[in-house]
T-cell receptor
């Protein structure tokens, strides 16, 4: 089992460009999450999806959109990238229930120039 | 909104010394989880605490959940170089909430 797979692993964008980070999980989990990690800031929740067909904003949703394409896939889109969105992005899926544990992907390192 | 504070931000210890990181929430938590992230890696789940006053052990690691369910701690006895990494707590407040809020983490360095 691959677990949680994120693509791409690295990406460099220019300010104003758009891109989509892809995430897929093969553990049949209902809940999926997108976090960003910046030095000294820990992991901040961007969006989450408690189940297929639903998405909710987290702490820092501005500048991002998400799509829960199906149960396996949860994508994160930057419509007009800004230097402040330079970060490492982690996707995670969660074992059943709101007390479940998170399984993280390996991360996507995004640089916006 | 819910805030989870974690201290210290950094800790340098000599190998064999003990280490403790503390987590405090602005709201009562329904549960708290702990994760470890090795340098260059992704966070990996360690444990979850649900009950008030709960204490769990994993070998040299001891996890506690406060009586008021607003604070938690992770204690490592006799640190080893393999303990190096950043330790995060993450909490959920409100029954039925799927939002998991992370602390900023404690970065542990172990000097051999």
């Amino acid at each position: 089992n691959a677990g949680v797979t994120q693509t791409p692993k690295f990406q460099v964008l220019k300010t104003g460009q758009s891109m989509t980070l892809q995430c897929a999980q093969d553990m049949n989990h209902n809940s999926m999450y997108w976090y960003r990690q910046d030095p000294g800031m820990g992991l901040r929740l961007i969006y989450y999806s408690a189940s297929e067909g639903t998405t909710d904003k987290g702490e820092v949703p501005n500048g991002y959109n998400v799509s829960r394409l199906n149960k396996r896939e949860f994508s994160l889109r930057l419509e007009s990238a800004a230097p402040s969105q330079t970060s490492v992005y982690f996707c995670a899926s969660r074992t059943p229930g709101y007390t479940g544990e998170l399984f993280f992907g390996e991360g996507s390192r995004l640089t916006v120039l | 909104g819910q805030q989870v504070m974690q201290i210290p931000q950094y800790q340098h210890v000599q190998e064999g010394e003990d280490f403790t990181t503390y987590c405090n929430s602005s709201t009562t938590l329904s549960n708290i989880q702990w994760y470890k992230q090795r340098p260059g890696g992704h966070p990996v789940f360690l444990i979850q605490l649900v009950k008030s006053g709960e204490v769990k052990k994993q070998k040299r690691l001891t996890f506690q959940f406060g009586e008021a369910k607003k604070n938690s701690s992770l204690h490592i006895t006799a640190t080893q170089t393999t303990d190096v990494g950043t330790y995060f707590c993450a909490g959920t407040s409100g029954a039925g909430s799927y939002q998991l809020t992370f602390g900023k983490g404690t970065k542990l360095s172990v000097i051999p």
